[in-house]
T-cell receptor, first 114, second 114 residues
């Protein structure tokens, strides 16, 4: 069964600093991987997804993630943090075979200080 | 195009009662899935419906049920509510016809059981 591990429940950065949120996955089949963001009292918004087309995936709001099969990782990065990036971020893996089921990590709360 | 719409957004129920939550997927999407989000357990998959048939089910008791209508709209029901059912319930939709489809989430329904 697929699983996702997000290292660090909280990550703090200064405005303008690099954002790096870590995600490692476990999957017995080629995975489909997603990053979602959740702002307070809101649902989940898709940032980006990996579906094997390209290992470096660009998403919205300046975020990108790189799929590394050898490391089973899909870390999320952004070169320069903005205050508006403060939110909770979830990495997820899709259980394939046509089912639309996501297995989520425990989430990482990003704190951005001025 | 309208996103995933969930109603009601907030509700308070008493232990032992039942509750029905509604979800309207994005137009053209045939798959609807439900997730429960709590601080302790994180995001957990409840079930997925595709063309009115339950295609996948998570590890929840039988008190949790759902259905999908011919227009793809979906409802989930929780009977005999327990305090532990207090959570954010998220509905998601996708085309549902292939692995790796983008899964879009609604804003969620906040359920408080007292």
């Amino acid at each position: 069964a697929q699983s996702v591990t997000q290292l660090g429940s909280h990550v703090s950065v200064s405005e303008g600093a690099l954002v790096l949120l870590r995600c490692n996955y476990s999957s017995s089949v080629p995975p489909y991987l997603f990053w979602y963001v959740q702002y307070p009292n809101q649902g989940l918004q898709l940032l980006l997804k990996y579906t094997s087309a390209a290992t470096l995936v660009k998403g919205i709001n300046g975020f990108e993630a790189e799929f590394k099969k050898s490391e089973t990782s899909f870390h999320l990065t952004k070169p320069s943090a903005h205050m508006s990036d403060a939110a909770e971020y979830f990495c997820a893996v899709s259980e394939g075979t046509g089912f639309q089921k996501l297995v989520f990590g425990t989430g990482t709360r990003l704190l951005v200080s001025p | 195009k309208a996103g995933v719409t969930q109603t009601p957004r907030y509700l308070i129920k008493t232990r032992g009662q039942q509750v029905t939550l509604s979800c309207s997927p994005i137009s053209g999407h045939r798959s609807v899935s439900w997730y429960q989000q709590t601080p302790g357990q994180g995001l957990q998959f409840l079930f997925e419906y595709f063309s009115e048939t339950q295609r996948n089910k998570g590890n929840f008791p039988g008190r949790f049920s759902g259905r999908q209508f011919s227009n793809s709209r979906s409802e989930m029901n929780v009977s005999t509510l327990e305090l532990g059912d207090s959570a954010l319930y998220l509905c998601a939709s996708s085309l549902g016809e292939a692995s790796g489809n983008t899964i879009y989430f609604g804003e969620g329904s906040w359920l408080t059981v007292v």
